[in-house]
C-alpha cells in the first residue's frame, strides 16, 4: 500500500534518528561507544556457556567456539547478531589504536579505522549469527591488518 504522508513522515524521522545518532557520537564518542559495548543479549548467552566477555580479542575466538544454540530460534538471530557487531566493533575500538565508531547516511553504526576504511561490524555479526561466517575472529584480524 502506498500511503504518501505516510512515507514522508517515516523519512522525516529515519533522517531525524540518524542525524541525532550523528550528533551523540559526536558530542559524546565515549557515551556512545559504552551504549554500544552493553551486548546484553550476547552477554546472557556467553555467560550460559559459562564464558565471560572481557572486550579482548580472545574472547572473539571464545565466542566462535560457542555451540549457535541460538540458531534453533530464527526470532532471536536477528538480535544476537547485532549485539555480535556491536561486540566486535568494542574489541576493535579497544584494541587497535584510531579506531572509532562511525554513522554512514543511512544510519548504521559502523567501525572507521585509522587508515580511513570502514567495517560494517553489524553486517558481520549478524552473518555470524546466522551462518558462523565470518568468525569474529576472522574479521577482527582483517581490521587489525588495516
Partial sequence: ?????????LNRHETERTEGLAAALADDPEG?????SECEMLRDQA?????????????????????????RDPEIVPW???????????VIIRTI???GWQVWPNGQPVIRLASGRELNV????????MTGSPELS?????????
Avoid at 2 to 9: Q, S, V
Fill in 80 to 90: 544476537l547478531g547485532n549485539d555480535a557487531g556491536f561486540y566486535l566493533g568494542t
Fill in 97 to 99: 589504536p584510531g579506531a
Fill in 122 to 129: 553489524i553486517e558481520s555479526g549478524v552473518s555470524w549469527a
Fill in 1 to 9: 500500500m502506498n500511503i504518501p504522508f505516510l512515507d514522508n513522515w
Fill in 47 to 71: 555467560r550460559a556457556a559459562g564464558l565471560e566477555l572481557d572486550e579482548g580479542q580472545a574472547s572473539l575466538e571464545a565466542l566462535d567456539q560457542l555451540m549457535p544454540r541460538w540458531r
Fill in 138 to 146: 576472522q574479521a577482527y584480524a582483517e581490521a587489525s591488518e588495516g
Fill in 32 to 36: 556512545i561507544a559504552e551504549l554500544f
